[in-house]
């Protein structure tokens, strides 16, 4: 019993050196790059809205992992993949052949609207067929065993879709309507950037609306709390789990939208990054709870964007921004290290994850 | 005539439709028309041949076994005749509905022209002029689809001939047709590796032409595999029977033989597989080395581990550092000397990633070390470390490992000091494994509040895992980096972690030969299908969810695992044989 006390103080003590260094390190990072005072306020308000509008990507495309993960504790590897292949279809299939009549930039929003709608319907078509496949056939094999599939879907996907529409970088039409900047005050944000967070703002509450006041969201917190009870209070798991799916891959379609506009191109690798930050999103935010995902990811793109360079460069590193990831992962493993259940996510000692 | 009632249209449609998508997709993402060049058998079928058209095949075998199935149930035995005819109908429709989406295209394809406007193959570049030629037989798009019809028809209805036949048939034909297969797909390694001297270059005469197999050789492998099924089918129980029979003192020397028989084989490896197919092996067994060390993490100790490149990333640059004559080393230490620098290394990077991570589970594990991995990945690429470790540029000129003035310059001698890694490895694995750490490691993976109460440190446990894990990878790592003789941060990406991952659960989670047998599936494999390019990730993913749909325990599980995910089974046969009691045994 004295060991194990014994152990137990040890490891507190490391954990709180290293929260002590974190915090001094940090500080100090902060302190001396604002002594040195490299960027101007606007600078600093550019890379914040950039932030927010990557971190709405995240926040979007986290709520598929997150919503996946509460009720069927599995990493969906492949959602990266959904939301590549939905805006990849679309753009090759809509966007490309609309953007050369003049229906694209005079009615716009319609072709957005149209865009957006068959990137999300492809994107849940194949989440669908994902899970009919590889999913479900192991509902109740161990744990890895659906990771695994998972991986393999995710490669299968990728190179799918390269051999479909061609392994080159394919741009997506620009909007004339979104191109320069709104500005109040000193205040500048690229329309694109509007355009990005506000339909996420509409996304999220949309979604929030769904599970938390329609009958169908019910059924998914009630399956997400307990597969058995939930079947036996006469819900069927199998539907709710397709529906989680969708609601998932719907999400992921139209970041995938967001993300071709802000960035202007498709390819086939294009969900490999954001669905491994969107992931780091959601475990941050807690891994299983809705309004965690959208929050750590809204953190994460905001931290990656200012971090780099209010921390980084303080204390001293060179080409800071080359660190960028380095820092979301980072902070993922100090916010973990402080809370390990994630910024919003219940006491793992309740709930075995 | 009842089983005409029982015959479901439903089924036939669907599978119809299904094999339809899967050859359709296979047009479209370009494999039948990149694929048409290369010959399985010289001058009668390409492997785009085989893609296009195996799927009608496969939907009439499945049809005919799943009414196979269902007859053996009903065991009607005087409805047998009726149930050939229908099933053979049946299969006759599944390959007439297989090719409607492939004259769909074949319409779409002709129907839009670049001059038209719409053009089909401004969305979907594989569908070349070359492609539609190839579907309509030359033969224009009305008379070159009814072909196609009849062909899959015909080749749907073969697909479910051959499995109507009796299985002492049907064994060594599928065996041969396999061997077949096999053989025109590994042609061009096997030529690669074997066929440029001596009797080499006799066989190659005889069995290949033009990429392929030729017709002789065709015919030779398809009577020597299926005559070995059909010798093994029946010999079997005979050799079987002669063996259990012999006195103990006879079977334990015939052990012996066995065992030295492998050993022997291991040994003159490198001499029969030649340059190229060593290279192979040893990347193999690199991979060998991380799985035994990914499997003490993940499989022993339960510890979902996504960033595991990241140890070996730090092996093979402490190696470089250490030991390099280029700019960048300082040390010019020899391989030997580095060596064991290259382990502490990685396990103190492996106590440091494990002590932050202690109190987390599942999940978060798994993020966290997957951003370790890649932390360490964009640091080795970043400006800033560029003075120290070569930023993109890497480090240059490590001298490869030598003993008693001995160099290890070719992939065969490199071979036995990457076969003698991965022996230590296995022999350290297995004695850990059924010591008091091992047990501790098990214990906390099957529940670690149960174990924290049992009185196993978990703090100390945990991090033996991760450092143990890491000494492997940082081994695999520095052998790499003096194999290369240069390490860049490219080597070292997500896919890596990945790879050894899936190679441990594809082999058997926990399972020691798991690891190898793994290996050499998810590692060799696509090795030697190097010239599919860029359809290999999309095979390998194709090839991950199959094995997982169809062996979830992996390839050879380890006999723990093996009983918990049959526990089911078993608790149901022990519960009839002894009453009862032996449920409760296979619950715990």
Not at chain 2, 251 to 267: E, F, I, N, S
Not at chain 2, 477 to 485: M, N, R, T, V, Y
Not at chain 2, 562 to 579: N, V, W, Y
Request: glycine share 12%.
């Amino acid at each position: 019993m004295r060991q194990r006390l014994q152990n137990i103080d040890i490891l507190d003590v490391i954990m709180w050196l290293f929260r002590a260094v974190i915090i001094v390190a940090v500080v100090w990072g902060i302190v001396s790059t604002i002594l040195d005072n490299p960027y101007t306020p606007e600078a600093w308000i550019d890379l914040v809205v950039a932030g927010v509008a990557q971190g709405s990507l995240y926040a979007l495309i986290a709520l598929g992992y997150t919503l996946v993960y509460g009720i069927l504790f599995m990493i969906n590897f492949a959602h990266g993949e959904f939301f590549m292949s939905g805006i990849f279809t679309s753009t090759v299939f809509i966007a490309i052949p609309m953007s050369r009549t003049p229906f694209w930039n005079q009615h716009w929003i319609l072709s957005l609207l149209l865009v957006g709608a068959v990137a999300m319907a492809v994107s849940v078509g194949v989440a669908l067929l994902t899970e009919r496949i590889a999913y479900r056939p192991l509902r109740y094999a161990p744990r890895l065993v659906p990771l695994i599939t998972a991986i393999g879907a995710s490669f299968f996907w990728q190179y799918f879709f390269r051999g479909l529409y061609g392994s080159g970088i394919t741009a997506f039409p620009t909007v004339e309507a979104l191109q320069g900047s709104l500005t109040i005050g000193p205040l500048r944000i690229l329309w694109t950037q509007v355009a990005v967070i506000a339909s996420t703002i509409v996304l999220l509450i949309g979604l929030y609306i769904f599970v938390m006041r329609t009958k169908t969201g019910k059924a998914m917190r009630a399956v997400a709390e307990d597969k058995q009870v939930a079947a036996l209070m006469g819900i069927d798991v199998d539907r709710v789990i397709v529906i989680t799916f969708a609601v998932g891959a719907a999400m992921a379609g139209a970041a995938g939208l967001l993300y071709a506009l802000m960035y202007r191109q498709v390819f086939f690798l294009m969900g490999f990054i954001p669905g491994i930050k969107a992931f780091t999103a959601a475990v941050l935010g807690g891994i299983g709870n809705v309004v965690g995902a959208a929050l750590g990811g809204l953190l994460l793109g905001m931290f990656e964007a200012v971090g780099p360079n209010l921390i980084l460069e303080g204390l001293g590193i060179p080409a800071a921004n080359q660190l960028k990831d380095v820092f979301a992962f980072l902070m993922l493993v100090l916010v973990l290290i402080f809370r390990p259940q994630g910024i919003m996510g219940e006491r793992l000692g309740d709930k075995k994850a | 005539m009842e089983m005409r009632t029982r015959f479901d249209w439903g089924q036939v449609v669907r599978l119809g439709l299904l094999m339809g998508i899967v050859a359709l997709s296979l047009c479209l993402i370009g494999m039948v028309g990149t694929f048409d060049e290369r010959n399985i058998i010289g001058g009668v079928i390409t492997l785009g041949q085989i893609l296009l058209f195996g799927p009608a095949v496969a939907g009439g075998y499945v049809l005919a076994q799943s009414t196979s199935r269902l007859r053996s149930e009903a065991e009607t035995s005087s409805a047998e005749s009726t149930g050939t005819v229908s099933t053979l109908l049946g299969a006759l429709m599944v390959g007439l509905i297989s090719s409607l989406p492939l004259i769909l295209l074949i319409f779409l394809g002709q129907i839009t022209t670049p001059e038209g406007g719409v053009w089909l193959r401004q969305f979907l570049p594989n569908v070349s002029p070359e492609l539609l030629e190839m579907l309509t037989f030359g033969q224009g798009p009305v008379l070159g689809s009814l072909i196609l019809a009849g062909v899959t028809a015909s080749l749907s209805m073969l697909g479910a001939g051959a499995n109507l036949l009796p299985q002492r048939v049907r064994s060594p034909l599928l065996t041969g047709l396999m061997a077949v297969l096999m053989m025109g797909l590994m042609a061009e390694i096997i030529i690669l590796a074997w066929g440029s001297k001596g009797i080499g270059l006799l066989i190659r005469r005889v069995l290949f032409e033009a990429g392929g197999l030729s017709l002789v050789g065709t015919a030779l492998i398809f009577l020597i595999a299926a005559g070995a099924n059909v010798g093994w089918a029946t010999q079997r129980e005979r050799v079987q029977r002669r063996v259990s029979a012999l006195p103990p003192k006879r079977q334990k020397r015939l052990d012996r033989t066995r065992v030295a028989l492998g050993v022997l084989l291991m040994l003159l490896l490198p001499f029969i597989l030649r340059t190229y197919l060593t290279e192979v092996v040893n990347n193999i067994g690199l991979y060998i080395l991380m799985g035994f060390g990914l499997n003490i993490v993940v499989g022993f100790a339960g510890l979902l581990d996504l960033g595991y490149v990241a140890f070996f990333a730090i092996g093979a640059y402490t190696m470089g550092m250490l030991t390099s004559t280029g700019e960048l080393g300082g040390a010019g230490m020899s391989f030997w000397a580095a060596l064991p620098f290259c382990l502490i290394a990685s396990v103190v990077a492996g106590v440091i990633l494990g002590v932050p991570v202690l109190r987390m589970r599942g999940d978060y594990l798994a993020i966290v070390t997957l951003g370790f991995g890649e932390i360490i990945r964009i640091l080795a690429l970043s400006d800033w470390l560029k003075p120290f470790i070569g930023g993109a540029q890497g480090i240059l000129m490590i001298p490869k490992p030598s003993i008693f003035g001995l160099r290890f310059l070719t992939p065969q001698s490199l071979y036995y000091l990457i076969l003698i890694c991965c022996l230590v490895a296995a022999f350290v694995s297995w004695r850990l494994r059924d010591a008091r750490l091992g047990r501790q490691w098990m214990a906390m993976r099957e529940d670690e509040d149960v174990a924290e109460a049992s009185g196993i440190p978990l703090v100390k446990t945990k991090l033996l895992a991760f450092a143990t894990g890491a000494a492997f990878a940082g081994l695999s790592g520095a052998i790499f980096a003096s194999k290369l003789s240069s390490v860049f941060p490219h080597s070292f990406n997500l896919l890596v972690s990945i790879n050894v991952l899936c190679l441990i659960i594809v082999g058997g989670i926990g399972s020691l030969p798991g690891v190898v047998v793994g290996a050499i599936f998810l590692i060799g494999l696509p090795e030697l299908l190097r010239e599919f390019a860029e359809y290999r990730y999309l095979m390998y993913g194709a090839l991950l969810i199959v094995m997982m749909l169809l062996r979830p325990e992996g390839l050879w599980p380890s006999a723990v695992h093996k009983r918990e995910l049959h526990a089911d089974e078993l608790a149901t046969s022990a519960g009839q044989a002894t009453g009862g009691p032996a449920l409760s045994e296979a619950d715990s």
